[in-house]
T-cell receptor, first 114, second 113 residues
Framework: GENVEQHPSTLSVQEGDSAVIKCTYS??????FPWYKQELGKGPQLIID?????GEKKDQRIAVTLNKTAKHFSLHITETQPEDSAVYFC?????????????FGTGTSLTVIP | NAGVTQTPKFQVLKTGQSMTLQCAQD?????MSWYRQDPGMGLRLIHY???????DQGEVPNGYNVSRSTTEDFPLRLLSAAPSQTSVYFC????????????FGSGTQLSVL
């Protein structure tokens, strides 16, 4: 199966600074990499995703980069705000006959200090 | 659209009791799945379904049963609850088996005493 490792497990930044969360995956056949934000007491919400045929994708203050050769991908949040405080999960997925299966990292708890 | 709806939000069981966690989606999604979330372990797939009448096991299926009689509903059954099943359970769905965004419900927090 796939093994997704995520670092760091906790991250504190000052408001306005950037935050970077990194994930590595083991299966070179994985081709879809979503990122989820989970606020306390809620379900994970998709914030950005990237496919293996793209190296970088940006959506306002959030960007994701993918290095297929090294099998790692990263989430970048610029100009952080207190409402960015949450747990962030990366995931890797690949096409299978029975349907894609998603493998998740262990999460990063981000705290933005006002 | 209500999205993915899970009930109940909280549940306490005694060891050996059975219960069903409900999941429903109104987006006509073909693919539905159940995850459990434990501290330090991320989200792990329990069971999934790629359409009515079709289910398959994920990473941690032991102790859980599922069925998919309609496109909308995908209940998760615990036949004899154990303390090791104390966790937060999430249902998630996507338009089909190979593409589309995976959307999550708000979760069920289950405690087994």
């Amino acid at each position: 199966g796939e093994n997704v490792e995520q670092h760091p497990s906790t991250l504190s930044v000052q408001e306005g600074d950037s935050a970077v969360i990194k994930c590595t995956y083991s299966d070179s056949a994985s081709n879809y990499f979503p990122w989820y934000k989970q606020e306390l007491g809620k379900g994970p919400q998709l914030i950005i995703d990237i496919r293996s045929n793209v190296g970088e994708k940006k959506d306002q203050r959030i960007a994701v980069t993918l290095n297929k050769t090294a099998k790692h991908f990263s989430l970048h949040i610029t100009e952080t705000q207190p409402e960015d405080s949450a747990v962030y999960f990366c995931a890797a997925s690949k096409v299978r006959d029975t349907g894609n299966q998603f493998y998740f990292g262990t999460g990063t708890s981000l705290t933005v200090i006002p | 659209n209500a999205g993915v709806t899970q009930t109940p939000k909280f549940q306490v069981l005694k060891t050996g009791q059975s219960m069903t966690l409900q999941c429903a989606q109104d987006m006509n999604h073909e693919y539905m799945s159940w995850y459990r979330q434990d501290p330090g372990m991320g989200l792990r797939l329990i069971h999934y379904s790629v359409g009515a009448g079709i289910t398959d096991q994920g990473e941690v299926p032991n102790g859980y049963n599922v069925s998919r009689s309609t496109t909308e509903d995908f209940p998760l059954r615990l036949l004899s609850a154990a303390p090791s099943q104390t966790s937060v359970y999430f249902c998630a769905s996507r338009p089909d088996r190979v593409k589309g965004k995976l959307l999550f419900g708000s979760g069920t927090q289950l405690s087994v005493l």
